[in-house]
C-alpha cells in the first residue's frame, strides 16, 4: 500500500470514527436526559465544543476533554468510544447518571439538601 492510499484510508477511517463517537454522545445524552450546556457545565468546558463534537465538527478532542465530556455525563470513558460495546444501561445505571448529573450542577448548600433528601427518602423504605 502506498503512503498516499494509507492516508486517504486513514482519514477515512478517522472521520468514520469522529461520526461514531458523535453518535454515541448523541445517544448517551438522549438516554440520559443531558442536554449539550448540562454535560458542558458538568464538564467544565465550552457547550460549542459539546455541539461541535456531537455533531461531528469536532475532528480531533484531546484525551482531557473526552475524559470531561465522559465525567460530566456520568458515564465511564469507554462507553463514548466507539469500538467497544454500546450503551446498554440498565435503569438503575441511567437514574444514577441523572442524579450525578444533577449532584455536579448544585451549589455545596443545594448538595447538603440533596443528601438531606435521600437520607429521608432511603429511611422511609428501611425497617
Known amino acids: 500500500m502506498s503512503e498516499e492510499t494509507y492516508d486517504i484510508a486513514r482519514e477515512q477511517y478517522e472521520r468514520h470514527y469522529m461520526?461514531?463517537?458523535?453518535?454515541?454522545?448523541?445517544?448517551?445524552?438522549?438516554?440520559?436526559?443531558?442536554?449539550?450546556?448540562?454535560?458542558?457545565?458538568?464538564?467544565?468546558?465550552?457547550?460549542?465544543?459539546?455541539?461541535?463534537?456531537?455533531?461531528?465538527?469536532?475532528?480531533?478532542?484531546?484525551?482531557?476533554?473526552?475524559?470531561?465530556i465522559a465525567d460530566g455525563m456520568g458515564v465511564p470513558l469507554a462507553l463514548l468510544l466507539p469500538d467497544l460495546p454500546g450503551p446498554t444501561a440498565s435503569p438503575e445505571s441511567t437514574l444514577l447518571a441523572l442524579l450525578n448529573s444533577v449532584a455536579q450542577r448544585a451549589q455545596p448548600h443545594e448538595l447538603e439538601l440533596l443528601l438531606d433528601l435521600a437520607k429521608v427518602v432511603i429511611g422511609r423504605d428501611r425497617p
Not at 448517551?28 to 455533531?55: F, H, K, P, W, Y
Open 19 to 68: 461520526a461514531a463517537l458523535a453518535q454515541r454522545i448523541r445517544a448517551i445524552c438522549e438516554e440520559r436526559g443531558l442536554t449539550q450546556q448540562s454535560v458542558a457545565r458538568a464538564a467544565g468546558i465550552a457547550s460549542d465544543m459539546v455541539s461541535r463534537l456531537e455533531n461531528g465538527h469536532y475532528t480531533s478532542p484531546g484525551l482531557r476533554t473526552l475524559l470531561r
